[in-house]
């Protein structure tokens, strides 16, 4: 069974940094792309962020990128989302995901920029 855990949130002022993780159990963790995504209230889900299977390949929103960086560590079945220069319009439930037949999430990490 799929389960992915998301955790690292919290509050923080702007201009600060945050580093999420996302634990990942009952699939082959390296051999699937993986991805962050984040809904703010009232709003819609959005993607943030992509990582190939062995991370060599990344791609980033454009409102995140050159602030946010993704990266996993196959070897902890774990991927990571480090969040510099937040704003407060980056506050948002994040989530991590993977499509394994259909699509799985994790349970969310609140993220709070505020001052």
């Known amino acids: 069974q799929v389960q992915l855990v998301e955790s690292g949130g919290g509050l923080v002022q702007p201009g600060g940094s945050l580093r999420l993780s996302c634990a990942a159990s009952g699939f082959t963790f390296s051999i699937y792309a993986m991805r962050w995504y984040r809904q703010a209230p009232g709003k819609e889900r959005e993607w943030v962020a992509f990582i190939s299977n062995a991370g060599g390949s990344t791609t980033y929103a454009d409102s995140v990128k050159g602030r946010f960086t993704i990266s996993r560590d196959n070897a902890k079945n774990t991927m990571y989302l480090q969040m510099n220069s937040l704003k407060p319009e980056d506050t948002a439930v994040y989530y991590c995901?993977?499509?394994?037949?259909?699509?799985?999430w994790g349970q969310g990490t609140q993220v709070t920029v505020s001052s």
């Open positions: 995901n993977v499509y394994i037949r259909g699509e799985a």
